[in-house]
C-alpha cells in the first residue's frame, strides 16, 4: 500500500538544502505554496546568504545581528528578534534599493574596491568623494530635464554623488609638456545644470568634466542623432562642416555599467600608472616590453581626444616609454643615449623612418638600479599605426656603441560614429568604424560656463618629440 506523501513529514534539513539554490524571488514564491514551505522559507541563514549576495552586507552586519538576536532571548523580545532577521534586513535593503538589485552588487564593489585603493594611493580623491543622493534628489532631476535616467547611472548615484569639482579628478588625468587635463566625476545636480538640449547634442547629459580643456564625456539619454541611448562618449565637432551641429563621437562605453566598473578595474589592477596621487590612462600592453642586455624597455600609451578629429582626420596620440637598467648589471655597463631611431606604420600601410638625438632633448645615464621614464606623442591621419625602433647608447668606460630594442607597440584609437545623413526632421542616422578619432575644439558646457577656466591654448606638440 502506497503511502501518502505529506510535506510535513520530510525533514527540514534536504528541505533547506533545496531551498538554499534559490533566489530571493524563487524563494518567495515557494513560500506561499504551503505552511511547511512558508516557515521553512523563513530561515534565517537563507536570508543571511541573500544579504550578502545582492547587498554585500558585511560580516560586522552579521556580528551585530547575531548580538541582536542574544540581546532579544534574553530579554525574550519577540519584536525586537523578528525584526532583526536576515528576512526583514532584505526586506528593509529591498524597500530603499529593490530597483537596482541586478546593479547594486557590481556598482556597490567596484565603489569599494576604488575606495580602498584610493585610500591608500591618492587619499585626496577620497576626501572629494560626495555621499549617495536621494531617490527624491535623482527622480527631481529626471523632472528638471525631462528625462529618464538608466537604473545603473541612478545606483551608482545612490552611493556616492559624484565628486567635489577638485583637482585631482576621479577620472584620471594627463599630462603632456604644457598640455593637463584631469577629469572630474560629476554629481548630478552639476551634470543636470549641463544637461544638453541644443542640436547636435540633444539629450545628452555630462559625467565628467575638465576645467583646464573643457572636456566632458557625455551619455545620452535618449535614441537620436546618431547615439544609442545610455552610451557615453566624448563629442568631436566636424570641423569639416557648414554645419555647426555635425558632432561626431568617441565611444567610451555602451551603458553607465560598462563605463564606470571597466574604469575602476583598470584602475585598481594597476593598468593606469598613479603618479603624484593622480590616475594617469595610459594602457599598458605587457607584450609591449623587450631586453637587451642589461636593459629593458617598456611602453604604454594613451589616446587624447581633447586633440583629436575625424573631420579632418588627425588622431593625437601620447607614449609613455620606461628606460630600465637592471641592478645586477656590473658598473662598467653604465652608458649614456645619445640618439632614437623610429619606424612608424599606419594602418594604410605607410611606412616612416624618424631619428635624431637623445629622447625629448635629454640623454641620460643609465647605472645598475636607473629608471628613466619619459612621455612623448604623435599624430597620424588613419585609425591606427605602430611604431617599434631602437635607441642608440654608448657605454661610458670604453665608449663602445650598441643598440637597444623599443618593443612594437600599437595605437588603436576608440570606436568613433560620424552622423553622416540628416532626416528632414533634423534627426540624424549613422555610420559606425571601428578606427578612431579626437575631440577638438572647447566643449559647450553650458552649465558649467561660469567655472570652465579656459580653452585649449598652445597644446599642440611636434611629432616624435
Same mark, same amino acid.
Given at each position: 500500500m502506497a503511502t501518502e506523501f505529506r510535506m510535513e513529514l520530510l525533514p527540514s534539513d534536504p528541505l533547506l538544502h533545496i531551498l538554499s539554490f534559490?533566489?530571493? #524571488?524563487?524563494?518567495?514564491?515557494?513560500? @506561499? &505554496?504551503?505552511?511547511?514551505?512558508?516557515?521553512? @522559507?523563513?530561515h534565517n541563514p537563507l536570508w543571511r546568504s541573500l544579504c550578502f549576495k545582492h $547587498?554585500? =552586507? &558585511?560580516?560586522?552586519?552579521?556580528?551585530?545581528?547575531?548580538?541582536?538576536? /542574544?540581546? +532579544?532571548?534574553?530579554?525574550?523580545d519577540?519584536?525586537?528578534?523578528? #525584526?532583526?532577521? $536576515? !528576512?526583514?534586513?532584505?526586506?528593509?535593503? !529591498? +524597500?530603499?534599493?529593490g530597483r537596482y538589485i541586478h546593479y547594486y552588487p557590481l556598482l556597490k564593489r567596484a565603489w569599494e574596491q576604488l575606495t580602498s585603493f584610493l585610500r591608500q594611493r591618492c587619499p585626496r580623491m577620497i576626501v572629494s568623494l560626495k555621499e549617495g543622493a536621494t531617490e527624491a534628489e535623482l527622480s527631481n532631476i529626471e523632472a528638471q530635464i525631462g528625462c529618464r535616467l538608466p537604473d545603473d547611472y541612478r545606483c551608482s548615484y545612490r552611493i556616492h554623488n559624484g565628486q567635489m569639482l577638485v583637482i585631482p579628478g576621479l577620472m584620471g588625468s594627463m599630462s603632456l609638456s604644457n598640455h593637463y587635463? @584631469?577629469? *572630474?566625476?560629476?554629481d548630478v545636480e552639476t551634470a543636470a545644470g549641463g544637461f544638453q538640449h541644443r542640436k547636435g547634442m540633444r539629450y545628452c547629459l555630462p559625467l565628467t568634466f575638465c576645467f583646464h580643456t573643457g572636456l566632458s564625456q557625455y551619455m545620452a539619454l535618449e535614441h537620436t542623432e546618431g547615439r544609442r541611448m545610455f552610451e557615453s562618449f566624448y563629442p568631436c565637432p566636424d570641423q569639416t562642416a557648414q554645419d555647426p551641429a555635425a558632432v561626431d563621437m568617441f565611444i567610451t562605453g555602451s551603458s553607465f555599467l560598462e563605463?564606470?566598473?571597466?574604469?575602476?578595474?583598470?584602475v585598481v589592477t594597476g593598468e593606469y600608472p598613479i603618479i603624484r596621487e593622480q590616475i594617469f590612462r595610459y594602457v599598458h600592453d605587457k607584450s609591449c616590453v623587450t631586453t637587451t642586455g642589461d636593459i629593458t624597455v617598456s611602453v604604454? =600609451?594613451?589616446?587624447?581626444?581633447?586633440?583629436?578629429?575625424?573631420?579632418?582626420?588627425?588622431?593625437f596620440f601620447t607614449y609613455r616609454i620606461r628606460i630600465e637598467m637592471a641592478s645586477g648589471a656590473p658598473p662598467e655597463g653604465a652608458c649614456q643615449l645619445d640618439s632614437r631611431y623610429w619606424k612608424i606604420t599606419t594602418s594604410d600601410g605607410n611606412v616612416e623612418e624618424v631619428q635624431g638625438p637623445g629622447v625629448v632633448g635629454e640623454f641620460p645615464v643609465m647605472t645598475p638600479g636607473k629608471v628613466h621614464e619619459y612621455a612623448s606623442c604623435t599624430t597620424f591621419s588613419t585609425p591606427s599605426e605602430y611604431?617599434? #625602433?631602437? !635607441?642608440?647608447?654608448?657605454?661610458?668606460?670604453? /665608449?663602445?656603441?650598441?643598440? *637597444? +630594442?623599443?618593443?612594437?607597440?600599437?595605437?588603436?584609437?576608440?570606436?568613433?560614429?560620424?552622423p553622416t545623413l540628416r532626416t528632414e526632421s533634423g534627426d540624424y542616422t549613422s555610420n559606425f568604424d571601428g578606427s578612431d578619432c579626437g575631440n577638438g575644439g572647447e566643449d559647450d558646457f553650458n552649465g558649467l560656463r561660469g567655472i570652465n577656466m579656459a580653452a585649449l591654448e598652445g597644446a599642440w606638440c611636434p611629432r616624435h618629440i
Open positions: 534559490l533566489d530571493f #524571488g524563487d524563494l518567495i514564491q515557494v513560500s @506561499s &505554496t504551503n505552511r511547511r514551505l512558508n516557515e521553512l @522559507s523563513k $547587498w554585500l =552586507t &558585511t560580516e560586522l552586519v552579521c556580528i551585530c545581528s547575531s548580538l541582536l538576536f /542574544k540581546l +532579544a532571548s534574553m530579554l525574550s519577540e519584536r525586537l528578534q523578528s #525584526g532583526r532577521s $536576515w !528576512y526583514n534586513v532584505f526586506r528593509e535593503y !529591498y +524597500a530603499d534599493l587635463r @584631469s577629469e *572630474v566625476l560629476l563605463w564606470f566598473t571597466t574604469y575602476v578595474n583598470n604604454s =600609451t594613451s589616446f587624447l581626444p581633447e586633440l583629436s578629429s575625424v573631420h579632418p582626420p588627425h588622431f611604431m617599434e #625602433g631602437h !635607441y642608440t647608447f654608448h657605454r661610458l668606460d670604453n /665608449k663602445e656603441v650598441f643598440n *637597444v +630594442a623599443i618593443p612594437r607597440f600599437q595605437m588603436v584609437c576608440p570606436p568613433f560614429r560620424e
